[in-house]
């Protein structure tokens, strides 16, 4: 049985500047609390002060925080670490980030309970293995003697939570612990999740920026903005009758509409058409065949101006392709043209104009960002490259390129970590068109990003391809988000193409079944929903 929660005047600070101002709030044992609100809000250093615990640069600087009894923010640095992981637990959103690579799942999950002498470690290991069977993981008995990079990441995500449950604790912190996961396999782990906190009767906080999510799993949701409660009432009441014109703009954006682009040019001139594509890793056989092959006899065409998505579940090939056509995995057969020619499959290979007319956006810009150079000096190696600007031509794209995202000119002497993910994500757009490209491969460019500021990117990329004429491969797993930008969409599975929709169609049937189960699995923004896909039989086990 979960314990209650009382939070009163929490104020949090980092370096003069209140990140979370006067919070208070309270939660019964046994309840589900939401916090909600965008990148910055205070979601996740408020999750974090339940613990007694502050980042980096961060001071809890008043307030308090109870648990049961006890008084959080007073206790000395041993009663702390007796706190965290005994009765306090946290699910973090990258599970892959979180385990050491080098020893074995069960090594880890059984540690809180070792650590903190609750159990034997041959009892801890009884427990994990009913754990797993709890969160519907497969081969319960045998999957703990694997290593991290042996398992799903839907699978990781459901491990670490039965790290965070095998203490048996008071509360238990999920901090976007499906976000990076696909709808197919995000379903299955939010069941497993749900499943275990209501059987547990735990006291939970599930932080999220998806109201869509939350919805399936919260008793009540707290509105964050700017570090300041805007309003706390059950999941019901937000959703059926938000007080704050801030929840309602939440409420919107979790619902993407159709954007509208530049449509292809009226002469219908073909950019870029992949023919009888394979590719995969590891060395080739004797046929020339990739040892572990991702994708397989893929056939598509791509006109002018227009926008194309590629969906299907994690592994389906989505990413492997746009990194074909980018020159960053040699496909195994098949052909790549483009505007006519056959581009050569490597990047070492081809010409810098062939470099330049391709371009590609990755999913997380915090990796794909040079964190020691300032956003000027990575704006300006492009253009240096492919322009050869330099001087005040070199600063006029520069702050050019930021109006063109709508960033201030003033990042530009900032370094990428001083940046939200919203305002890294649009540098790494504008990286990417300083080059005057005339195809960019957008790889899961929001699928990190809340929903205002994902909405906000989705509204920049149809605007910049109304007025620049630029065409896109839209990479993504969620099918909402590839409705609201593309002209057609492609199913995957598997490394196969196994349908293409024109925008007409997306609606309207008959589709294949992958296409419904993809359209189905995309959480819908009402309570119940969750249900009613439980009394559906279940996909997989992801």
Known sequence: ????????????????????????????????????????????????????????????????????????LHLSPAGQRALRGRRVAYIAQSAAASFNPSRTVMDQVVEPACIHRLMSRAEAEAKAVQLFRELALPNPESIGQRYPHQVSGGQLQRLMAAMALIADPDLVILDEPTTALDVTTQIEVLR??????????????????????????????????????????????????????????LLAAAQPAPREGGAMSCDGQLLLEVRQLSAGY??????????????????????????IGV?????????????????????????????????????????????????????????????????????????????????????????????????????????????????????????????????????????ALDTVVGAAVLDLIAELRRELGVSYLFISHDLHTVKAVCDEIVVMQHGRKLAQVARADFDRGPHHPYYQLLERSVPELRRGWLDQMDAAQPVHSA
């Open 192 to 249: 497993a999740f749900r499943r275990v906190v209501r059987d547990r009767k735990a006291t939970a906080v599930y932080v999220s920026h998806d109201l869509a999510v939350v919805a399936q799993m919260a008793d009540h949701i707290l509105v964050l903005r700017n570090g300041v409660m805007q309003e706390m009432a059950t999941t019901e009441q937000i959703l059926a009758e938000p007080a704050q014109p801030y929840t309602r703009s």
């Open 311 to 447: 969906i299907g579940e994690s592994g389906s090939g989505k990413t492997t392709l746009a990194r074909a056509v980018a020159g960053l995995v040699a496909p195994s057969a098949g052909q790549i043209h483009f505007n006519g020619a056959i581009l050569k499959p490597t990047v070492a290979e081809r010409t810098k104009d062939e470099l330049r007319r391709v371009q590609i956006v990755f999913q997380m810009a915090d990796t794909a960002l040079n964190p020691s150079q300032t956003i000027e000096c990575i704006l300006a190696r492009p253009l240096q490259f492919y322009k050869g600007l330099r001087g005040a031509a070199l600063q006029q794209r520069i702050d050019a390129l930021l109006d063109l995202v709508k960033l201030p000119r003033t990042v530009a002497g900032r370094l990428p970590g001083g940046l939200s993910g919203g305002q890294k994500q649009r540098v790494n757009l504008a990286r990417a068109l300083a080059a005057d490209p005339d195809l960019i491969l957008c790889d899961e460019v929001t699928s």
């Open 282 to 307: 590891g060395p080739l056989d004797a046929r020339g065949k990739s040892s572990k092959p991702v994708l397989q006899d893929i056939d598509l065409k791509l006109y002018r101006g227009q926008a």
């Open 1 to 72: 049985m979960g314990a209650s929660v009382t939070v009163q005047g929490l104020t949090i600070q980092a370096g003069g500047q209140v990140l979370v101002d006067g919070l208070g709030f309270h939660i019964r044992p046994g309840e589900v609390l939401a916090l909600i609100g965008e990148s910055g809000s205070g979601k996740t250093t408020t999750a974090l002060a339940l613990m007694g615990h502050a980042r980096h640069g961060c001071t809890i600087t008043g307030g308090s925080v109870r648990i049961g009894d006890t008084d959080v």
